[in-house]
C-alpha cells in the first residue's frame, strides 16, 4: 500500500467528521515515525479515538505532555485553573495535583512555580502511570489512591497549592458527552455524581486540613455549578471566590485557608 499523502490524511479525517482535518492531518504526520504508523493513526482517529490518545501527548501551557490511552485528555481551558495558581501563590514550595490524570497540572505548575516539591494523585492506576512519566523531569511523586487517602500524611497542613481537577459531569450528563471522551476517557475522571459536585464536596472538606495557612485550593467547575461550589469551600472555612475566564469557558473557584 503506497503511503498516504497529506491531501489523502486530510480527506480521510474530514470525511470521519472531524472539524479541524487540516491541523489534525499536519499533526499526525509530523509525528508518524513511518507511512505504516501515519495509517494506523489515522485509522484511529477515524476510528473515534481522540487526537491526543492517537498521537501520545497533548499540549498543555506550554509543556508536551504524554497522554496514554485510556487517560483522561488535558484541556486547555484548565491552563486557566494554572494561571490562577501561580496568580495567587508565586512563592509556593509545596504544590499537590489531586485527581491528576497525565500530571498535566502537576507539571506546569512546577514549570511556573520554579520547582516547587510537587506531588499528584489519582485513583487510576493508568493515569498514575502515565503521571509518573509526565512529572519525573521536576522530581514529582505520584501516588494512587483515593482523594487525600493516597497522599502521605507528612504533607498534612503544609500545602501551597491544592490544584484538584476533579470530576464534575452529573452522571446523567455522561451520555451527552462527545464520544471521543465518553467511549475512550475513565468514567471515574468525568462523572461527578447526581449534580456533578460529590467529589469536589470531599475535596472542600477535608482540603483546610492539609492546605497550609493562606494556602490555597482551586478546582474546576462549570457555570452553573460554581455557585453551590463557592458555598462547598465556604462551608469548609475557607475564604472562597470565583474565577472566570470568558474566552475558554472557564469556572475555577478558589479557597485560601485563613491566616488565622
Same mark, same amino acid.
Given at each position: 500500500?503506497? *503511503?498516504? #499523502?497529506?491531501a #489523502? +490524511?486530510?480527506?480521510? @479525517?474530514?470525511?470521519?467528521?472531524?472539524v479541524?482535518?487540516?491541523? !489534525?492531518?499536519? &499533526?499526525? %504526520?509530523?509525528?508518524?515515525?513511518? *507511512?505504516?504508523?501515519?495509517?494506523?493513526?489515522?485509522?484511529?482517529?477515524?476510528a473515534?479515538?481522540? @487526537?491526543?490518545?492517537?498521537?501520545?501527548?497533548?499540549?498543555?501551557?506550554?509543556?508536551?505532555?504524554?497522554?496514554?490511552?485510556?487517560v483522561?485528555?488535558p484541556?486547555?481551558?484548565?491552563?486557566?485553573?494554572? !494561571?490562577?495558581?501561580?496568580?495567587?501563590?508565586?512563592d509556593?514550595?509545596? +504544590?499537590?495535583?489531586?485527581?491528576?490524570?497525565?500530571?498535566?497540572?502537576?507539571?506546569? &505548575?512546577?514549570? #511556573?512555580?520554579?520547582?516547587?516539591?510537587?506531588?499528584?494523585?489519582?485513583?487510576d *492506576?493508568?493515569?498514575?502511570?502515565c503521571?509518573?512519566?509526565? +512529572? =519525573?523531569?521536576?522530581?514529582?511523586?505520584?501516588?494512587?489512591?483515593?482523594?487525600?487517602?493516597?497522599?502521605?500524611g507528612?504533607? &498534612?497542613?503544609?500545602?501551597?497549592?491544592?490544584?484538584?481537577?476533579?470530576?464534575?459531569?452529573?452522571?446523567? !450528563?455522561?451520555?451527552?458527552?462527545?464520544?471521543?471522551a465518553r467511549?475512550?476517557?475513565? @468514567?471515574?475522571? &468525568?462523572?461527578?455524581g447526581?449534580?456533578? %459536585?460529590? $467529589?469536589?464536596?470531599?475535596?472542600?472538606?477535608? =482540603? *483546610?486540613?492539609?492546605?497550609?495557612?493562606?494556602g490555597?485550593?482551586l478546582?474546576?467547575?462549570?457555570?452553573?455549578?460554581?455557585? #453551590?461550589? +463557592?458555598?462547598?469551600?465556604?462551608?469548609?472555612?475557607?475564604? =472562597?471566590?470565583?474565577?472566570?475566564?470568558?474566552?475558554r469557558?472557564?469556572? $475555577?473557584?478558589?479557597?485560601?485557608?485563613?491566616?488565622?
Open positions: 500500500m503506497p *503511503p498516504l #499523502s497529506p #489523502s +490524511v486530510v480527506a480521510a @479525517l474530514r470525511s470521519a467528521g472531524c479541524f482535518a487540516e491541523d !489534525e492531518a499536519e &499533526l499526525i %504526520l509530523s509525528t508518524a515515525r513511518t *507511512p505504516d504508523e501515519v495509517a494506523a493513526m489515522v485509522d484511529r482517529r477515524v473515534g479515538l481522540p @487526537l491526543e490518545h492517537v498521537v501520545g501527548w497533548a499540549e498543555f501551557h506550554g509543556l508536551r505532555v504524554t497522554v496514554d490511552p485510556g483522561f485528555v484541556r486547555r481551558r484548565t491552563e486557566f485553573l494554572v !494561571e490562577q495558581a501561580v496568580a495567587h501563590a508565586r509556593a514550595t509545596v +504544590v499537590v495535583d489531586l485527581c491528576c490524570g497525565s500530571g498535566a497540572v502537576g507539571a506546569a &505548575l512546577a514549570t #511556573s512555580l520554579g520547582g516547587p516539591e510537587l506531588h499528584a494523585a489519582d485513583i *492506576p493508568a493515569a498514575v502511570r503521571a509518573r512519566r509526565n +512529572v =519525573a523531569p521536576f522530581g514529582g511523586h505520584v501516588h494512587e489512591g483515593d482523594l487525600f487517602a493516597a497522599l502521605p507528612t504533607l &498534612l497542613g503544609r500545602l501551597d497549592v491544592l490544584a484538584a481537577n476533579v470530576p464534575y459531569v452529573p452522571t446523567g !450528563e455522561v451520555g451527552l458527552l462527545p464520544a471521543e467511549d475512550h476517557e475513565p @468514567l471515574v475522571a &468525568l462523572d461527578g447526581a449534580d456533578g %459536585l460529590d $467529589v469536589l464536596r470531599r475535596v472542600a472538606a477535608e =482540603a *483546610p486540613r492539609w492546605l497550609a495557612p493562606g490555597c485550593l478546582v474546576e467547575t462549570s457555570e452553573l455549578q460554581a455557585p #453551590s461550589a +463557592v458555598e462547598a469551600f465556604a462551608r469548609a472555612g475557607l475564604l =472562597a471566590r470565583l474565577a472566570v475566564c470568558e474566552e469557558y472557564a469556572h $475555577v473557584v478558589i479557597g485560601v485557608r485563613p491566616l488565622g
